[in-house]
């Protein structure tokens, strides 16, 4: 069975990433419109934790008035926040 990153509990604080990926603002250019399916985030079970924002590689995930949004003009549909959200807040959907 492979191992998957929503499986990994840091035993160490050393362990937990302190930062994201790529600071905000670093991507400049809009999504060209390729992505077939996208990351919704369900807040109802959303606790806040960060953990997609801290694995986001493009960094579009962001907290806004207590809420976790995603800003989809620079998303490209990867699902690593998917697959690292522990309670199963976030689904992919076919691109609209």
């Not at 492979?2 to 604080?13: A, E, G, I, Q, S």
């Not at 400049?28 to 419109?33: E, L, M, Q």
């Amino acid at each position: 069975m492979k191992p998957y990153l929503r499986d990994f509990v840091p035993k160490n604080l050393e362990d937990i990433p302190d930062t994201t990926s790529y600071e905000a603002g670093y991507l400049v250019t809009k999504n060209a419109g390729w992505r077939s399916i996208r990351p919704v985030i369900d807040n109802t079970q959303c606790v806040g934790c960060l953990a997609c924002y801290l694995h986001c590689p493009d960094g579009v995930i962001f907290k806004s008035n207590g809420k976790v949004e995603i800003d989809y003009d620079f998303c490209k549909g990867c699902g690593i926040c998917k697959n690292v959200c522990r309670l199963g807040a976030i689904r992919m959907e076919a691109e609209k």
